[in-house]
């Protein structure tokens, strides 16, 4: 089991930065590949970044790439979602997440309670 809590979400205007963070309990985070997905309203979840168990690779939406960087610290259990270059539709409810390091959200049995972020125009 696994337990979940992200912070860092805001508002921010277009072109400005968050750093999401995520904060892991349970069993041994270092076990676990970790993801990032978000949620906008009225559209479904969708894959942000994750970064394997093993290797420690990152994989990310083309929609983000070279703008957000994932990173962990297995030694704290903490994961954190560096954003940059924010844009209006990234605005979404952003979750972490612990399971294979895949790119769907059926990849992950374990889920934070989100974290909003708005991004003005």
């Known amino acids: 089991q696994v337990r979940l809590v992200e912070s860092g979400g805001g508002l921010v205007q277009a072109g400005g930065s968050l750093r999401l963070s995520c904060a892991a309990s349970?069993?041994?985070?270092?076990?676990?590949?970790m993801g990032w997905f978000r949620q906008a309203p009225g559209k479904e979840r969708e894959f942000v970044a994750s970064?394997?168990?093993?290797?420690?690779?990152?994989v990310y939406a083309n929609s983000v790439k070279g703008r957000f960087t994932m990173s962990r610290d297995s030694a704290k259990n903490m994961m954190y979602l560096q954003m940059n270059s924010l844009k209006p539709e990234d605005t979404a409810v952003y979750y972490c997440?612990?399971?294979?390091?895949?790119?769907?959200?059926?990849?992950?049995?374990?889920w934070g309670q989100g974290t909003r972020v708005t991004v003005s125009s």
């Open positions: 997440s612990a399971g294979t390091g895949g790119t769907r959200p059926g990849d992950y049995p374990y």
């Open positions: 349970g069993r041994t985070f270092s076990y676990y590949g």
């Open positions: 970064i394997g168990w093993s290797d420690g690779a990152s």
